[in-house]
């Protein structure tokens, strides 16, 4: 499949929400003609009438090179690049609806950060055995809050693919005066670092919840790295990686700002809400709640220790007090840090 050039190359962005959206805006403010496809009708046409997404992204314009549409055959009719960007619970959904409406001019990437429920699997495995590798694919992650994506503040994240030049090709899709792209051969560091960093938000929504301070956030940031590079390494993913924008930068962007959900959500059941509550106070898709099922499987599957993960997933699934679940950690052995 020839790739082409991808200047000012029509995009589809499959879902509506807030990331979606983001992204829609800003490749089209770089001179791309964007489709973005919502999955409800009702959505596409109301966000085509107002010019903006009110639910999800409100206040921020649609430019005219961005057309919302609910059709999907209509809407990756031609040569263009997919992105995806629905939850990750929806993502092989998604490629199954796609999947019979590809050609070979398409090329895929996809911006949904996780992994799938259940099978404990990344999600380029999940596009491999849906689309299989004919298809030019990448990731993109970082540390990247939608609202400030939108409204044109500097951010940077990056591109994974096994197909650098393809990578290339997208990271200059998204380039732009305040936007900056990097390039990774690394899929399963960039993927792994997106998908635990929410595990991590949550731990330290807890803490702050809890009223346990500034050290206490720092000291779970520092060794909840730790226990993502201990996993991706057996993974096989590469230890720079994490140290980069799609390890350390999501990881504290997202430990410690109020616009992520993640951490809003432990906030909540630090302050004694129920799992139940704080979600439907959030609104949206708490991506960490699946991935901290996932987490703790993979750390087991490949013997790995994460006591951060495990505290979460407790917490979360067995109904373990979040005071407990802090004490359980500072109450283990003395081991060296390194």
Known sequence: ????????????????????????????????????WAHRAEHARQMARERENRRYLPGIPLPDNLQP????????????????????????????????????????AWGTKGMEYGSHKLLHQVVAEELGDGVPAACISGPTFAAEVARGLPSALTVA?????????????????????YISEDIIGVELGGALKNVLAIAAGI?????????????????????????GVVMGGQRETFMG?????????????????????????GRGDSRDQAVADIGQVVEGIHSAAEARALSQMHQVEMPIAE????????????????RHLLDRDIKPEI
């Open 1 to 36: 499949m020839a790739i082409g050039d991808l200047h000012r190359f029509p995009i589809t962005v499959l879902g509506a929400g807030a990331w979606g959206t983001a992204l829609a805006v800003h490749l089209a403010r770089n001179g791309n003609p964007v489709t973005l």
């Open 69 to 108: 549409a609910a059709g999907l055959a209509q809407a990756v009719a031609g040569e263009r690049l997919l992105l995806v960007v629905v939850p990750s619970h929806a993502f092989r959904e998604t490629l199954r609806a796609v999947q019979p409406l590809l050609e070979d001019h398409h090329c895929l």
């Open 161 to 181: 693919s096994r197909n650098v030049e393809f990578a290339r090709r997208v990271a200059l899709l998204l380039h732009g005066p305040t936007f900056r792209a």
């Open 207 to 231: 803490a702050d919840g809890l009223g346990l301070g500034a050290n206490t956030r720092a000291a779970l940031i520092t060794r909840g790295l730790a226990e993502l590079m201990r996993l």
């Open 245 to 269: 924008l799609a390890g350390l930068g999501d990881l504290v962007l997202t430990c410690t700002d109020d616009q992520s959900r993640n951490r809003r959500f432990g906030k909540a059941l």
């Open 311 to 326: 505290q979460v997933y407790r917490v979360l699934y067995e109904g373990a007090d979040p005071h407990a679940a802090v």
